[in-house]
Each structure stands twice: as structure tokens, then as C-alpha cells.
């Protein structure tokens, strides 16, 4: 067990989310998400660790919105948690980026295209911070082992792994909920990536396209497999959202779907 901020992370111990919108827009979007996940983390009693880009590296045209930059986002990042208590996490595409942020947030978390980056990990690794490491979209949950222990190797064992789909082909996403179980069989808590997973990538050309109507079926199906925590990335107005727009979650649907994956959880544990 270790904790992100105040929230216990543990294998069964209780459900947990991660939420955000997928890239810092503005202080203001960013504020107005992270109460309102506050106030529904108190309605449902399902621990929230708010999550937020400062930069999207990875974006498909070099046209896209990537956010603030480090600095700005960093800052904005601090005022949520300052305003809000909420725990934070962002993710890190560059080594020299991860100092820096691990002294703002509570967790660091390393990309999927990313995963087998040994030098990144082990950067984050030795912040002593807890890390979330998305597994690639290429890779087998088997072979998150290496990514687990290139993190260990730093003595650094608060470790979480998200799944968030398989390519199956061409713009194409697929969830083996076996990868679950898979993973948790490595030592560490698996999250699972309820909107991600339903993205389309590259599918729209110029950007990934989606379906989040299938976000929540999946969502449930991943608590059910034996997943601790759901990510999801929320928007307040998701049509105006600059980045995964065909994804990202309108915040009305979190609380109910919360509600349900608890019962699932305390069910599928009993």
C-alpha cells in the first residue's frame, strides 16, 4: 500500500479515479473540473486524484493544441491542488521534465508510447514519487514486468499500471480484460482507462477519433475484471475540448457511473 497525496492505493483495497481533462486548456476550465470531481468524490466516496497535461507531445498533427508548457501548466496544476485538496497527477515525456514536476504533483505518469523508455523511468522512479505507467498500445500486459522493474531497480516500488487497449489493425482499439489480472499478477494496482480505450487513433486523419459512448461499458466491464481504479479523462463542455474531443467525458456522467462501478467493485470482492 502507499499513497498518492491522501489517497490510499492498494490492490482491492478500495476503488479509486483518476480524472481530468486531457490537457490544461486554462486555470480556469482546469478549477471548474476539479470541483466539481471533488464534490463528487464526496456525493460517492470513490477517492479522486485530479489529472491534467502541462504538454501533449504526442499529439498526430504538429498543428494540434499542446497546452500551457511546463511552467504555466506546473502553476496551474498547484492551484487546483492548493484550491481543491485534490491529489495531482500529470504525465512527463522527457527526463528533464520530471524534476520539475515531481515537485508539484503527487504522482508522475509515464505515456503508453512510452513505457519502455528506461531512462525516463528510472528518472521518475527515483523522484520517490508514485508513478503510473500506461501500458503501449504494442505491448503484451506480460511484458509490463520490464517497465516494473527498470522502476524497482531505483528502489521505488509504488508503482501503478493502467490498461488502455490493444491496436486490432488500423485506427483501431481493442480491451483484452485478461491484461487486468495479468498485470495485478506483477505486484502492482491496475487502473484501467475507460476513455482512452475507446479512442480511434489517427482515425479522423489529422486526430484521433472515438466513441465515448462506450466509456462506461467498458468502465464496468474493467471493475468487474478485477481493475482498482478507472482513469478518465472529463470536460465540462467535451465538443470544445482541444484534445481527444471524441473521448473525453461529459463530468454529468460521473457520478452515476461511479455509483455503479462501487456496487460492481464491492460485489466482485465480496
Given amino acids: 500500500m502507499f499513497k498518492i497525496g491522501t ?3 492498494e490492490s482491492d483495497g478500495g476503488l479509486f479515479v483518476i480524472a481530468g481533462p486531457c490537457v490544461i486548456e486554462s486555470e480556469e476550465i482546469c478549477l471548474n473540473i476539479a470541483t466539481r470531481l471533488a464534490e463528487i468524490s ?3 466516496g470513490v477517492a479522486v486524484i485530479f489529472k491534467a497535461s502541462f504538454d501533449k507531445a504526442n499529439r498526430s498533427s504538429i498543428d494540434s493544441f499542446r497546452g500551457p508548457g511546463m511552467e ?3 502553476a496551474i496544476l498547484a492551484k487546483v491542488k492548493q484550491k481543491t485538496s485534490l491529489a495531482i497527477l500529470t504525465d512527463v515525456h522527457e527526463i528533464q521534465q520530471v524534476a520539475p514536476a515531481a515537485k508539484v504533483v503527487d504522482c508522475l505518469q509515464v505515456p503508453a508510447f512510452l513505457c519502455r523508455q528506461t531512462d525516463l523511468l528510472a528518472a521518475c522512479g527515483k523522484t520517490g514519487k508514485p508513478i503510473n505507467v500506461k501500458k503501449g498500445q504494442f505491448m503484451s500486459p506480460e511484458e509490463m514486468k520490464n517497465a516494473v522493474e527498470k522502476i524497482r531497480s531505483t528502489g521505488n516500488d509504488k508503482i501503478l499500471l493502467t490498461e488502455r487497449g490493444t491496436f486490432f489493425g488500423y485506427n483501431r482499439l481493442v480491451n483484452d480484460m485478461t491484461a487486468i489480472p495479468a498485470m495485478k499478477k506483477l505486484g502492482c494496482p491496475v487502473v484501467f482507462d475507460a476513455t482512452h480505450s475507446t479512442q480511434q ?4 486523419g489529422n486526430a484521433s477519433g472515438g466513441a ?3 466509456s462506461p461499458v467498458l468502465a464496468k466491464a474493467a471493475i468487474a475484471a478485477g481493475a482498482d481504479g478507472l482513469f478518465l479523462e472529463v470536460h465540462t463542455d467535451p465538443q470544445t475540448a482541444q484534445s481527444d474531443a471524441a473521448t473525453i467525458m461529459p463530468i454529468e456522467w460521473v457520478e452515476n457511473l461511479l455509483i455503479t462501478c462501487q456496487k460492481i467493485y464491492k460485489i466482485t470482492r465480496d
Wanted: aromatic share 0%.
Fill in 7 to 9: 489517497v490510499k492505493i
Fill in 201 to 204: 487513433p489517427g482515425g479522423l
Fill in 212 to 214: 465515448r459512448d462506450m
Fill in 72 to 74: 504555466k501548466g506546473l
Fill in 42 to 44: 464526496k456525493k460517492t
